[in-house]
Nanobody, 124 residues
């Protein structure tokens, strides 16, 4: 089992920044892939960014590329999502997810463990 806990969400004006954190505990492993997804009411969970724990390769959705940065701190077993130049359309509940193999995937169904989510609201 892997436990994930997100923090750092909140209310911010358009153009502002937030940093989300995801603390992992339990059976963490260097073979994990950790990703961020987001969801708005009535829509499916959407891929945002992913990082490979072993080699730190990162991948982003086109909608956030150049504005968001995913990173990790091995010592703290924590993954971060730095969000800059936020837009109202970034408003969503953001979830951290872990995949137990090293292959990077973008579909939410490929992930094994999920955090409880943190709300991000961007006002115009």
């Amino acid at each position: 089992q892997v436990q994930l806990k997100e923090s750092g969400g909140g209310l911010v004006q358009a153009g502002g920044s937030l940093r989300l954190s995801c603390a992992a505990s339990g059976r963490t492993s260097r073979s994990h892939v950790l990703g961020w997804f987001r969801q708005t009411p009535g829509k499916e969970r959407e891929f945002v960014a992913v990082i490979s724990w072993s080699d730190s390769n990162t991948y982003y959705a086109d909608s956030v590329k150049g504005r968001f940065t995913i990173s990790r701190d091995n010592a703290k077993n924590t993954v971060y999502l730095q969000m800059n130049s936020l837009k109202p359309e970034d408003t969503a509940v953001y979830f951290c997810a872990a995949r137990l193999t090293s292959r990077v995937m973008y579909a939410s169904r490929e992930y094994d463990f999920w955090g409880q989510g943190t709300q991000v609201t961007v006002s115009s």
